[in-house]
């Protein structure tokens, strides 16, 4: 089954329902719309989510994402269906899914993998001058597109280059971190094994900024498995009823904010 709901009224509201699917080991899609904290902008503060993926987290067999473009929404789907069909895996899916217009880039290739595991490459800022900075930018959902849009500032205004890390479930990065340091305990002996994101972001450099339409906590989840200096950005506190625009600079995590925190990680560093 497919279910399609208001992202905020889902696990809140009948969170014992949810806990009770997991332990039903029930299977489908729960499809949250209007996610986030900055899209149902005139609604106020009681239909404003930024915490649904925090509850969604504590539930072991519900997988979780947050995808910003339709290319990830098929890659999960696609691959939701297999487990739960093809291969008969108890567990269901939570996806937040948005309601505003914007352009729908192609997938890059060969990201499919990355996708489903929560952190693929968006673009790469190729080759910079020699002892220019640069920074690693991640984002989910509707934000991730004001994270693309401080990259442009970043490269425009000020010189700095972004590597752009399209992170659709740092639920299932945090995961694959516990799992990996889990198994890294167990077998001292043994060459250690790095997480995903671990992976993914050797071979780049400079600070880490992610920025999400959910509470910091969100992003912070992976931050054991950063390996350098991570700065968060996320919709913490109440909701209010305005434009996205400017719930977006409220809660600081529109492209200002984002070029603003890269800036300050890179002075931080010298």
Not at 52 to 64: E, V
Not at 244 to 250: A, D, Q, S
Request: aromatic share 12%; glycine share 10%.
């Amino acid at each position: 089954p497919f279910y399609i709901f208001y992202s905020m009224f889902g696990f809140q509201r009948i969170g014992d329902l949810a806990w009770a699917a997991g332990d039903m080991r029930s299977r489908g899609f729960l499809l949250g719309g209007t996610a986030g904290r900055t899209t149902l902008n005139g609604e106020g503060l009681q239909h404003e989510d930024g915490h649904s993926h925090l509850f969604a987290a504590t539930i072991p067999n519900c997988i979780a994402y947050d995808p910003t473009f339709g290319y990830e929404v098929a890659v999960v789907i696609q691959d939701g269906l297999r487990r739960m069909v093809a291969e008969q895996e108890d567990v269901y899916y939570y996806l937040t899914v948005m309601n505003e217009n914007y352009p729908q880039p192609a997938m890059p290739e060969g990201s499919q993998a990355d996708i489903l595991k929560g952190m693929y490459r968006f673009r790469d800022a190729g080759k910079a001058k020699k002892g220019a900075p640069r920074v690693q930018l991640l984002g989910s959902g509707t934000i991730f597109r004001e994270v693309v849009a401080a990259a442009d500032l970043l490269r425009d205004d000020w010189g700095v280059e972004s590597d752009l890390w399209g992170c659709p479930s740092f639920i299932e990065l945090a995961r694959d971190c516990r799992d990996v340091s889990r198994w890294n305990l167990l077998h001292p002996t043994e060459p250690p094994r790095a997480s995903h994101v671990e992976t993914r972001l050797s071979g780049t450099t400079g600070p880490v900024v992610a920025a999400s339409d959910y509470m910091r906590m969100y992003a912070d989840k992976i931050r054991a498995c950063v390996p350098r200096r991570y700065v968060v950005l996320g919709t913490d506190g109440f909701g209010r009823s305005d434009t996205r625009e400017k719930l977006r600079h409220f809660f600081e995590v529109d492209r200002r904010w984002v070029t603003v925190a890269a800036l300050k990680a890179l002075a931080d560093e010298g």
